[in-house]
């Protein structure tokens, strides 16, 4: 009980460190917005608390599959800081902040091509945006999808190379998929491979949808200024990210899917062979 507490107490540590970030980071940040990231920071961190630390969780999908988790916080993590790191180099430039836009211009320039999602997050900024605000989403917008693709690599090389989520142990596929509901109806199999491919389709296309979305309703509604910092942060973060996070959700409930149906495989063999020996 002391572990699991211990446990939780660092995560949710961890996840109230990762949402106050860029508040910390960046210069002439104002008092009203501090204190709408602290109240977010202190909620985050009592909810991964409270998840961590009951018995199952409730909410938190495959908690007790490392790495998953871990994999999908320190990409979140590393992208957050990277993007606070360019945000602050346009005002309070060093060694570190400029060193990091400098990688991300170069990364953002070569996945800039027609039809990438770089081009198309550009193309969703407003026509009269400055040069400097473009080159900076630019940048943000490639070392953050960069971030996604090699976790998303990692995850694929995890599951194929190292036999996640088996690799440790015995894996519960209840108490790690605690919002899949195994009695709504259906075969179970079918509704995993079914969700997997769903979540990794829609994982796809969100990098795609997202900006011309917002490009489309700018006309209605006033479009997302990129040129506060928190703002492009948290917009490019989450633009990047949770697309990544819903084909890594795919790709983990597809592998749960295949172990089932092995299982059921060897268990229909095992029973073939059973009744063959009996009737001998």
Known sequence: MLVRMSGAVMRGLLVA???ATPALLLPDVASDQSQLVVLAALLAAFLTFVEYNSTSPSIVEFRDAAPFNRLRFVALFLTVFLLTAIARGSSDPNSMSQGITAIGTIIGN???FPYSPVRLIVLMLPYDASTEVINTVRSAAGIS???????MVAFVALVRLWG?????????????LPLFDPTAGGDVLYRLQRDARVNIAIGFLLPFIIPAVVKATSDLVNPVSLENPQTLIWTITAWAFLPASMIMRGIAMSRVANMIEEK????????????????A
């Open 110 to 112: 070569g996945i800039d």
């Open 17 to 19: 460190l990762l949402i």
């Open 264 to 279: 059921r495989r060897r268990a229909y063999r095992t029973a073939a062979e059973d009744a063959e020996y009996q009737t």
């Open 164 to 176: 996640w989520p088996v690799r440790k142990g015995a894996f519960n596929v209840w108490v790690n």
């Open 145 to 151: 999808y960069l971030i996604s693709l090699i976790a």
